[in-house]
């Protein structure tokens, strides 16, 4: 979250004294509060029929920063509802508490309480990596470090079950996250006193439930903060701006019970998958072309991306690759066309370089599929090859970039010609990278890319 911009000393801070919200008691925890937390689960919450009995918890990431600021504001926000008619505005109150995620000592005093039914997750994709989610797991390193040592807590205290929900864009996300959960209950140095047997008392008694979400949520300016100001009069420097479109797709159980967040439109269903991949494919993967071609062509946002003929060829050349790899009753075309109607709100200003962060991470699940299968169709995969092919050329033309591998694409960075071209592919895929007619193609298409952006800028 930005640092909040100096507002009118006449205005009041936004508080529950201000605006009297009665708080639920704290049955969610949060892992990961941020911006779309904020526009997603807890206004899911705040919908539900039941929510004077939903309050959430909500624990920060890497930085304090946002749990500073909402804490302050005892846990209320203002939702932007924002389409090409106007904003809308809505306070919403369903974080109960705000917490700092170093702060472990609540974080298992909160999940070890009967109270809590439900943990939900919104860490990014890289927090389950190996590396990120192994790496100093008993010493509460990482987010998935802190969740572990927080269930051992609960078992200690004989709580009962509960449900966790990944909300990060994974494929089979609710398995990823049992499977990076149950083998951090597993590390060998935590196999003693409090630890031993942790990883089968999980799971026995921790439900991982797997989700598709769906909501864009561009970050917060400083203009919006202050129209907000002005619209509500009041300073809210935890101000969300979303768009009107929201969806949420679960598949799994909830064994200590879960709010009624269908009343808001979620959806539970058996099978998670086409609809993971739908979201994953369609928008992530368009959403990742737009950045690495956009940023590449001179282009700050989505929309300012899907206007430039070249980008939008881009996608549209991928979605019917993704498309023949999805069932048609999801109702595809009419999914592609709400899309492009989404991305071309040019009042959402969903930066460019918010996107693409972490690409070795979003790319391996959203270009890499689509490739592997159209080459097992003896097609040629072009368009999810063009989406690897961007990634490269912003890798290695961006002064910046955020990625778990930094290191890593720093080190291949160093290198020359396909070589270079190899080291980065190798962080995808290290298969690919050793098929030399690829390496070559994507090398070539990396210089043509670089050439004509340049000339475009």
Known sequence: MQPPPIL????????????????????????????????HQAWYT???????????AAFSGRRPDAADILAAQNGLFTLVQRSGKGDSFELVGSIAEAVDGADLRRLKELVASPQTSVVTLTITEAAYTPDEANGGALESATPLGRLVLALAARREAGAGPLAIVCCDNLAHNGTVTRKAVLALAAWPAGQAGAFAGLSEWIDANVSFVSTSV????????????????????????????????????????FPAGRPRWEDAGAVFVDDIAPYENRKLWLLNGAHSILAYSGLLRG??????????????AAVEEFWDEASQHLPMRLGIPEYRAALLERFGNERIAHLLTQIAADGTTKLRMRSLPILAAEREAGRSGDGAARMITAWLAYVTSAVEFQDPRAGDIKNALNRRGRERTAALLALLSPELASDKAFVERLDSQRSTLVAASAHNL
């Not at 919200?21 to 509060?33: E, F, W």
């Not at 705040?46 to 939903?54: G, I, K």
């Not at 769906?214 to 619209?231: G, N, Y």
């Open 8 to 39: 009118p000393a006449d205005l009041p801070q936004l508080n529950r004294a201000l605006h009297p919200m009665p708080k639920a008691p704290v049955r969610i925890v949060h892992l990961g509060l941020g911006a779309f937390h904020r526009s």
């Open 46 to 56: 705040q919908q539900a029929s039941d929510a004077a009995e939903w309050g959430i």
């Open 214 to 253: 769906d909501r864009i949520t561009p970050r917060t300016t400083t203009a919006d903060i202050e129209l907000v100001a002005d619209a509500c009069g009041y300073r809210d420097a935890a101000a969300v701006i979303t768009e009107p479109f929201h969806n949420w797709i679960l598949s799994g159980s």
């Open 299 to 312: 282009h700050k946002t989505v929309a300012e991306a899907l206007s430039d003929s070249a980008c939008r």
